[in-house]
């Protein structure tokens, strides 16, 4: 019970190397991922792990839990001062349990909810039917404009109107641009439905002011704490005092148990982080490079979804420039050379969502490195090069060679 990892399990110790090593030695462009502080990596690798702390602070179900009340109670309020909510609950596992909570506080079983088709941007968590919440409710699903890859607010509307939802739900995992989250509370008060925004991919850009934030408007929401906000795996919600009550037993004893004090802990010190100026800068960095990419991608030929991107990620459709690479494809053949993404599917897909027609890229992850408008511009022409030639030997020694050289100079932890 007593030795180092290294001795007691060699074997999950060595994956994890392994892992650590892959992470420095590859271009992380998954747009929902992104490299955590060592101070946030550090305080999740605690033994509030063994802590039970079942309840919120002040009134919880076990004894001993003053200090990781303490550590809650920062994580709430460095939340609400971040996103300006007037309550905040930072118990959820994940982003997908923070949805369950608003779905279980409002609905009952065969409710109904509006979302984003999955296909158009959308998320498991918005009723799809592998999902609980396409299990436990009615879905119906809106989409964007086949012509311009944007929302198409009046559709949106008179869908609203003809399904009488009790929730419509925005934000979205793929679609590249702000929703208008105004638009929706409007749509969802005319027909007598709650709002809820999940947030997910932007809860960072939104907390540094950098993207519109649905806080204030949309009567609900949700988000993780993994992707453009670099404090560690789980989700959040935010809601006004008046469904503090509801939202929180939805939480604990609704959805979930005991909380993970342990990443309770990690959401605190990257809410810390996000509070600091440098974190804004950071924020704004993230979106000029997606811009970056969204030109430079668009001088090369390539077909981006609503044509470029007021965010963190993009979505590239190869149909047009790249008819004979389907999006697995690419991420192949671009992991190959370091740099890693995803395939995703595109508005109005024609093929299986195993091999899709896109490929979705993001910037939080190479940001967090350093990387600036120059080093995307490298990796987006070494991108490109990659689609246009995948089985070229000397582009992809080539192509290689600049990711490690990328890797080398711009490291994620320096050790
Ligand atoms: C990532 C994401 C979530 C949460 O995902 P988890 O993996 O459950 O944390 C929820 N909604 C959207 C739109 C997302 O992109």
Request: proline letters at 5%; one cysteine or more.
């Amino acid at each position: 019970m007593s030795g180092p990892l290294t001795e007691v399990d060699p074997e999950v110790r060595a994956a994890v190397a392994r892992e650590r090593e892959r992470q420095e030695s590859t271009l992380g462009m998954i747009a929902s991922e992104n490299h955590v502080s060592p101070a946030v990596l550090e305080a999740q690798g605690t033994a509030l792990t063994n802590k039970y702390a079942e309840g919120y602070p002040g009134e919880r179900y076990y004894g001993g839990c003053e200090h990781v009340d303490e550590v809650e109670r920062l994580a709430i309020d460095r939340a609400k001062e971040l996103w300006g909510a007037e309550h905040v609950n930072v118990q959820p596992h994940s982003g997908t349990q923070a949805n369950m909570a608003v779905y279980f506080a409002m609905l009952e079983p065969g409710d109904k909810i509006l979302s984003l088709d999955l296909t158009h941007g959308g998320h498991l968590s918005h009723g799809h039917a592998v999902n609980f919440s396409g299990q436990l409710y009615e879905v119906e699903q809106y989409e964007v404009d086949p012509e311009t890859g944007y929302l198409d607010y009046a559709d949106l509307a008179a869908t609203a109107r003809e399904f009488d939802p009790d929730v419509i739900v925005s934000g979205s995992s793929a679609y590249p641009r702000a929703f208008e989250w105004e638009t929706i509370q409007e749509t969802a008060e005319g027909v007598g439905a709650y709002h809820l925004a999940d947030m997910a991919h932007v809860t960072g850009l939104v907390a540094a002011g950098v993207h519109p934030s649905p806080v204030g408007i949309a009567d609900f929401v949700t988000g993780s704490t993994h992707k453009t906000i670099r404090a560690g795996r789980g989700g959040i919600v935010l809601c006004d005092e008046e469904h503090a009550d509801a939202i929180d037993s939805a939480v604990f004893p609704g959805g979930q148990g005991g909380p993970l004090m342990h990443n309770v802990a990690g959401k605190a010190v990257g809410f810390e982080e996000a509070l600091e100026p440098e974190f804004a800068d950071y924020a704004r960095q993230v979106v000029d490079n997606a811009k970056t990419l969204a030109e430079l991608f668009r001088e090369r030929g390539l077909s981006l979804v609503s044509g470029g991107t007021d965010k963190h990620l993009l979505l590239v459709d190869l149909r047009e420039s790249h008819p004979d690479t389907a999006g697995g494809d690419a991420e192949s053949a671009l992991e190959d050379v370091g740099i890693v993404l995803n395939k995703n599917t595109v508005p109005g897909e024609t093929r299986s969502p195993f091999n899709p027609s896109g490929v979705r890229v993001g910037t939080p992850g190479v940001t967090t490195r350093g990387f600036g408008t120059d080093e995307m511009e490298t990796v987006g022409g070494s991108i490109v090069d990659v689609l246009d030639a995948p089985d070229d030997d000397a582009v992809r020694e080539r192509v290689g060679r600049e990711v490690d050289r990328l890797c080398e100079a711009f490291p994620v932890y320096r050790n």
